[in-house]
Structures are given as C-alpha cells and as structure tokens.
C-alpha cells in the first residue's frame, strides 16, 4: 500500500490548487481524478475570480497566462426598469476588484505546474471508498489502470464535488445539511461574438434574469432565468438573441451584438451547506462541503478559500506539531462560507422574478436596487462581498 500525508479526491480547482499550496509547503500529497484530463481541462464552470483567489495563484507560481489573457474588471453594471448603475469596486473597496479568467483555463494552469515539478497527479483514478475516517490513518480505495490499489494518508481531503464519495465516508448523523432550491434555472448560452459590455452586467427584468459575461475578448458568456426543467431545444438562437435583447433594454443607446451560439445548457439553483466540513481525519472543501447560486460568482472563489486556509493549516502543523489550525478548519471556513451564502442568496432574490411572486415583492426588489443605486453605504456593501472577503 503506497502511503501519503494528504490524500486528495478530485482533480478540479480545489485539489489543483491544494496540492499546489501543499507542494510549496513541503506537505507530500496524491491528487485523484476520476476523469482524464481532456474531460478535466474542457468542464466549463465559472468565469469570475476574486482578489484572494488571483493573490493565491500568484503566490503558487500558476498566474503567468492569468496575468496575460485575464480580462481586469473594476465593477458591474447593474440594470432594472430600464436604467442602468455602475458599481466602482476599487472606489468601495480599497482597491479590490475581480478578473474573468475561466475556471477551465485555471485548471489548465495547474494542471501543468503540477505535472511539471509538483505531487503525484493521478487522471482515472476512480475512488471507490474511503476507509477509517475516524482512525489517525485513513485509506482511499481506488481503481487506477484496470487495478485495484490502495493509498493510506494521514489526512483525507474530498475535493470531489456535491456528487463525490469522500461525503460518504462520514458516518450519517455526524454532519448536518441545510439546503434551498429556488424555483428557477439558468439557461447558459456560448456566443462567439465580442462582449456587448466592458464589464457584467446583471439585470432584473418582469420576464426574468439576465446576465451578460464573457470568457475572452471573442466570446460572450451569457444567462437567462428560464423555468426548472427547461429543455434547451426549446429555446433557438432567435428566441434567445430576442429575449436577451427585452430583458436588457435600456432607455438610451445600447445595442446587443449578435453572433453565432456555440453551446446551451441549464444549469439548476440550488444553496447548500454541510456542516461541519471535518469529520475525524476527513475534510471537505468546495462543492463537496457547499453549493451557492451563481448569481453572486462565489463557487470557485469559495473553494479556492477553503483550501488556502487548509494548506495554511496543514504547513502550520509540519513546521509546529501542532493541530489548532486544522481542529479550526471547519469553524474558519464556514464564517465565510455562510457569508457568502447570504450574499449569494440577496442577489438570486434580489435580481430573480419568483415565478409565484407578488406586485409586492416586486416593488421590494426594485426599492433594494434602488437603494443600491443612491446609497454609497449599500452599493460598497455590494462591492465588499462581490470582491471577496478576507480569507481566514
């Protein structure tokens, strides 16, 4: 049985990136990833990435291609009733502001680094159990080139996703979920066609959601609300195009520009918490400890999080003895967790038409985006958790 310190289930952002920290640390670690890497490098995910988030890529040497072909964004543009107002983040902020670099770009990064100089990485290699959670030496079982091997660890940390399997190596009963599913999903459309807009723009809308990003200078990246269970067949490029069109509109000049739609798909919303994110000599991190809504871009900037304050935690241990930062693991991250959940739901209620809601929420929703709009106390409030909180 080969044996490591940290063991890691999943091969996306949150695993790449923990073992990249690691690595720098000293802290010997395995990387499992149940896809091959084609799949790994091509699975489109978010688009938006914080100051810390940008800040911890730098650190572990994977922000050469960011600092080159990342797109910096000063702030977003909100737009309801046929107005539009510009959220300044460095203004509000002290300088903060975020980059649009797509997650699969991110992984690609590092993905080379740690194929180049870092800790064994491990494509097809499905785990099927972890074992001994709650002993000082965990086992992950895994099936890796037609054969059944075995990993013991030290630690177990699930990088694997709100489907993986480390969640299961939890005894039921020793965590506690909190969930919430909201009553609408995102159509997410590819357009190769220039951006419309410098920055996002999100806008509330009586026929729904709407928001304009983009993945590079070429290629927009664009949502619309549409209801659960949506098929994409039923919404043709025209519907589409026209739709983004109403629910943009502004009074004065702006115009959509249209190009050819490369991919649709429907992407569900859902909240979702376990605490705690330890059990015994198992943690988790990112999806696989916690789900938002996209609306507030805190998904991929949530896990990079988690697994910057663990890394910390692990090399404090390696440099003292001593456990503390990983006996807190759970109780640091779920602050900022929570917070940014709350964040991500003010701004899925705030910007999204409920589709049984009343005149009344209406009116409360556009007096919020009023308030936003003439209150530089609400729109920094905005600006802070939209940039990313302290980490830790």
């Given amino acids: 049985m080969d044996h490591t310190t940290v063991g890691i289930v999943g091969g996306g952002p949150a695993g790449l990136l923990l073992a990249r920290l690691l690595h720098d640390s000293g802290v010997d670690c395995t990387v499992l990833e149940s896809r091959d890497r084609a799949y790994v490098e091509r699975r ?48 509000l902020t002290g300088g903060r502001r975020v980059w649009v670099y797509a997650q699969t770009e991110v992984v690609k990064d590092l993905i080379s680094l740690q194929i180049a100089h870092g800790a064994p990485l491990l494509f097809e290699a499905r785990v099927e159990t972890v074992a001994g959670a709650g ?162 871009a805190k998904g991929l900037n949530l896990a990079a999080s988690d697994v910057i304050v663990l890394a910390r935690a692990f090399a404090h241990l390696k440099e003292t003895g001593s456990a503390e930062l990983l006996d807190a693991y759970s109780d640091t991250c779920l602050r900022r967790v929570w917070r940014a959940e709350h964040f991500s739901y003010f701004m899925t209620t705030t910007l999204h038409t409920d589709p049984e809601q009343s005149d009344f929420d209406t009116r409360l929703q556009i007096s919020q985006l009023d308030r936003i709009a003439a209150s530089p106390h609400a729109a920094a409030e905005l600006a802070d958790n939209y940039t990313g909180l302290p980490i830790g």
């Fill in 44 to 91: 489109q995910r978010a688009g938006i990435l914080e100051q810390g988030t940008v800040d911890a890529l730098r650190r572990s040497g994977a922000a050469e291609r960011l600092e080159r072909e990342g797109l910096v964004h000063d702030g977003i543009e909100l737009r309801w009733n046929r107005r539009a107002q510009r959220i300044d983040f460095p203004s």
């Fill in 135 to 296: 002993t000082d030496r965990p086992v992950i079982h895994y099936l890796h080139e037609g054969r059944r091997r075995t990993l013991g660890c030290d630690y177990v940390v699930g990088c694997d996703g709100f489907h993986g399997v480390t969640r299961r190596a939890i005894p039921d009963g020793a965590t506690r979920t909190f969930e919430r599913v909201y009553p609408y999903s995102w159509l997410g459309v590819l357009a190769d066609v220039p951006p419309s807009c410098d920055e996002l723009i999100y806008a509330h809308s009586p026929r729904g959601f709407a928001l304009h990003s983009m993945r590079s200078t070429t290629v927009s990246r664009l949502y619309l609300q549409v209801s659960n269970g949506t098929d994409p067949a039923e919404w043709p490029d025209g519907r589409i195009w026209d739709e983004l069109d109403a629910r943009f509109a502004l009074d004065g000049d702006w115009r959509l520009e249209r190009g050819p739609i490369t991919s649709t798909s429907v992407l569900p919303m859902r909240s979702f918490v376990t605490e705690p994110m330890r059990w015994g000599r198992v943690l988790l991190a990112g999806d696989a400890a916690h789900i938002v809504p996209p609306t507030g």
